[in-house]
């Protein structure tokens, strides 16, 4: 049977020492030339480190576990590709957990994530319970929400600006001329959802408008191709804010496909998120732009500054994003 190479055999044929040649696989600092040196010796020889052995050496295994309840939602293999990359370039891996969006499901993953002996959780658009919560606190293991407020004010999160984004839409709505303005909301249980309703409900009141029904969507696209049929029959709506594009996506082939209408002519549609497939020619969707770029670093910087022991961060942080008018609404008269 073939010995085993270890870190001592790879020193030997680089001709550094057994510290050199852990600190190039933990990333620590070395000269290029002992890197290049180590590399070499260590592909020669077939070295491969052992980093559970490493992990319990430093108390720290160097992956981060991510919770996330749906892939569905075009925003979040987006969002998971960037996070993947921005946790690399940091020398972390990633470890991706599906939930099924009930409290007590996401709490079973995340204590399996625990299991794994993460460094770091990040929980994508899902809530942990305050029982969780605490267990994580207690294991001193920071968790991050990404894409879902709390309202627990302590509790880390990175959201878009949500309130202002339902504001945006309202006021544009309002100055293009639509009149019998409805509202399908994400998940009325969720943070998220609720911040968005409450910031378009405020804009229409301000604009000197307001809302003329509110249906939960539920983040699903049935349950909104639904809704839009029912706003658009028993309200005569002329415009409908959905809470997200993956919603909207359905309200515009259900109006259209189902009933025949025109977008915009006879109802506009606003989505949130504006993920790629918004700016296709087949949807054409007038969307506020949820920054995921910026979202998924501020979280990734958050959620290593809190491993590393940092106190001082705020909390919550909120980034604002853009009003893209595309052809599912019309546009102001200015711009006409």
């Not at 892939?71 to 099924?100: C, K, T, V, W």
């Amino acid at each position: 049977m073939n010995r085993k190479v270890t870190s001592l055999d790879v020193a030997a044929r680089a001709g550094v020492s057994q510290s050199a040649v852990s600190r190039v696989f933990s990333g620590a600092s070395a000269s290029q030339r002992t890197v290049d040196a180590v590399r070499e010796a260590a592909d020669h020889l077939g070295y491969r480190p052992n980093v559970v052995a490493r992990s319990l050496i430093t108390g720290r295994s160097k992956i981060i576990g991510l919770v996330v309840a749906y892939l569905d939602n075009a925003f979040y293999p987006d969002a998971l590709e960037r996070f993947s990359n921005e946790l690399q370039a940091q020398g972390y891996h990633i470890l991706i957990f599906m939930a099924h969006g009930t409290t007590s499901d996401i709490d079973r993953v995340v204590a399996d994530l625990l299991d794994h002996q993460v460094d770091g959780i990040i929980a994508a658009s899902v809530g942990l319970s305050d029982a969780l919560t605490d267990r994580c606190r207690g294991l001193n293991i920071p968790v991050v929400l990404f894409n879902r407020g709390d309202a627990d004010p302590s509790l880390p999160q990175v959201t878009s600006a949500n309130f202002a984004g339902g504001q945006k839409v309202a006021k544009y709505l309002v100055q293009a001329g639509y009149q019998r303005i409805a509202h399908i909301s994400g998940w009325s249980g969720s943070k998220t959802g609720q911040d968005r309703a409450e910031g378009f409900a405020d804009g229409l009141v301000k604009a000197g408008s307001q809302l003329i029904a509110q249906v939960d969507g539920m983040y699903k696209r049935e349950v909104a191709a639904a809704a839009a049929q029912d706003l658009v029959q028993t309200y005569a709506v002329d415009a409908i804010f959905v809470g997200n594009d993956h919603m909207a996506f359905a309200v515009l082939d259900h109006l259209r496909f189902e009933m025949g209408l025109s977008v915009p002519d006879d109802v506009a549609i606003v989505g949130y998120d504006d993920v790629p497939m918004a700016a296709w020619s087949a949807f054409d969707l007038t969307t506020v732009r949820q920054p995921s770029g910026r979202m998924v670093q501020a979280t990734v910087y958050m959620l290593l500054a809190l491993i590393e022991g940092e106190e001082n961060l705020a909390p919550k942080h909120e980034i604002d994003g853009e009003l893209i008018i595309r052809g599912s609404t019309r546009a102001l008269e200015q711009e006409a």
